[in-house]
């Protein structure tokens, strides 16, 4: 039968595993949110997610500046 020493040792081995995975889990493969950024935009032009710029935002700052405007001019 186990005593009750053993099940303490068993209970204090599996705690320090635990930990010690814990900490391997804390682990961080870049030394700087820099090193992070760039690999995480790399890897996401890779996937292809940055494809061509877009022109519709401009597009539409530009049509509304131009209704702005005729409807100034109305209005003078």
Excluded: K, N
């Amino acid at each position: 039968m186990f005593t009750r020493h053993d099940t303490q040792q068993s209970a204090a081995a599996a705690l320090e595993a635990a930990v010690a995975s814990a900490r391997a889990g804390f682990v961080c493969m870049f030394s700087s949110s820099d090193e992070y950024e760039d690999a995480l935009i790399s890897e996401r032009r890779a996937q292809g997610r940055y494809g061509r710029p877009s022109f519709l935002p401009l597009g539409l700052f530009l049509g509304l500046t131009l209704v702005v405007a005729g409807a100034a001019v109305l209005l003078a």
